[in-house]
């Protein structure tokens, strides 16, 4: 089934228009892992990346059921109040959601979605973690471009796609709940590193004072931690985002936050690091698919593979004799 194709000025002049259903289609292009798509959404890019970058973005990271949707759509009406436009993106590694089937996220955030200064993604599918953090970022530029103003980037809580939406955003929140014992248990001294804000979330009913309790603890263990590299030490708060209690608070913190990072200059060096690291990524990301795209390297790898399998030939060997000949037949 084809339908009528816009071309890359179409994009442009919509996205600048700041109509959301061209937005939907670019990034759909985006996602697209058709070569003339790709090729497109290359080209929609560059020339939209003078308009990018307008924008404070924030990761929230957290592990299922914590509520970050809840957050969200909290959160959302109370900064387009404040006269934002908010975009939320989110990176999820397990997606099988295709293109068009936003409904999943509507029902997760019924009330945000209903504000036309709102735009809701769910995660690009993808073979790989990679791949769909690279398809974020780009989505990312795209919404700036289209004049929103704050990125919320959404993730859920598994290990490694933290680690990429935080390569990706100006600051790091994290949403937590109060636990019975041991504060700190099953928190990855990782996540704890790059966290900019830890927020404990339904602060509420019978939870109010444990979500208290935590908080003091939680502010005393971040004292234990290194510096970070912002040189801003995170700050614990509590709020309830069923509620819509202490959201107030949560904001004004990313807010100073933004504000510190700006005056020391980390906000801007930062974000430099990150489009290195961007590119380096993506070179990766090329290099490998030319590789492996390679008639030589299709045409050995599965009997290769089946040595090293069989424990005939060692992987640093075969690795560096196919690159050789990778460089010969190039
Ligand atoms: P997510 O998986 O992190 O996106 O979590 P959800 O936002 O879907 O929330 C998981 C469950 O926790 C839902 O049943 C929410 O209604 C509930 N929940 C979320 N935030 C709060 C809160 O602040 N207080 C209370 N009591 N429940 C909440």
Redesign the pocket.
Same mark, same amino acid.
């Given at each position: 089934m084809s339908r009528p194709r816009l071309e890359a000025s179409d994009y442009i002049q919509g996205i600048r228009a700041e109509k959301r259903y061209v937005l939907s289609q670019a990034i759909t292009l985006v996602e697209s892992t058709r070569e003339h798509d790709q090729r497109l959404a290359e080209e929609v890019l560059s020339s939209l990346l003078k308009y990018s970058g307008n924008s404070l973005r924030v990761g929230i990271t957290? /592990?299922? %059921? /914590? %509520? #970050? =949707?809840?957050?969200i &759509?909290a959160l959302g009406p109370f900064l387009i109040a404040k006269g934002h436009k908010v975009a939320v993106l989110t990176v999820d590694p397990s997606s099988k959601v295709s293109r068009g089937s936003i409904l999943g996220d509507k029902t997760?955030m019924p009330d945000l979605s209903q504000y036309s200064e709102a735009y809701i993604r769910p995660s690009a599918a993808g073979s790989t973690l990679g791949g769909v953090a690279r398809k974020t970022r780009e989505s990312m530029l795209l919404c700036e471009a289209a004049g929103y103003d704050i990125i919320l980037i959404e993730t859920v809580g598994v290990g490694q796609s933290e680690t990429l939406v935080h390569q990706m955003v100006d600051c790091f929140l994290l949403?937590m709940l109060a636990g019975a014992g041991d504060e700190l248990q099953g928190i990855k001294r990782g996540i704890m590193e790059m966290t900019d804000l830890l927020v404990i979330? #339904? !602060?509420?009913?019978p &939870?109010l004072e444990s979500a208290r309790m935590a908080r003091l603890e939680y502010q005393k263990a971040l004292h234990l931690f290194p510096v970070p590299e912002s040189g801003v030490l995170p700050q614990v708060f509590s709020? =309830? !985002?069923?509620?819509k209690k202490g959201l107030n608070d949560v904001w004004q913190a990313v807010v100073n936050y933004q504000q510190k990072t700006q005056a020391s200059g980390y906000f801007t060096s930062n974000r430099r690091q990150q489009r290195l690291q961007w590119l380096h990524d993506t070179l990766g990301h090329y290099l490998e698919q030319i590789f492996y795209q390679h008639p030589i390297v299709r045409q050995q790898l599965e009997s290769l593979e089946q040595k090293v399998l069989a424990g005939e030939e060692s992987p640093a060997r075969v690795a560096r004799e196919l690159i050789r000949q990778f460089q010969q037949k190039s």
């Open positions: 957290g /592990v299922p %059921g /914590v %509520g #970050k =949707s809840t957050f &759509n997760r949403l979330n #339904k !602060a509420d009913g &939870n709020c =309830s !985002a069923e509620e």
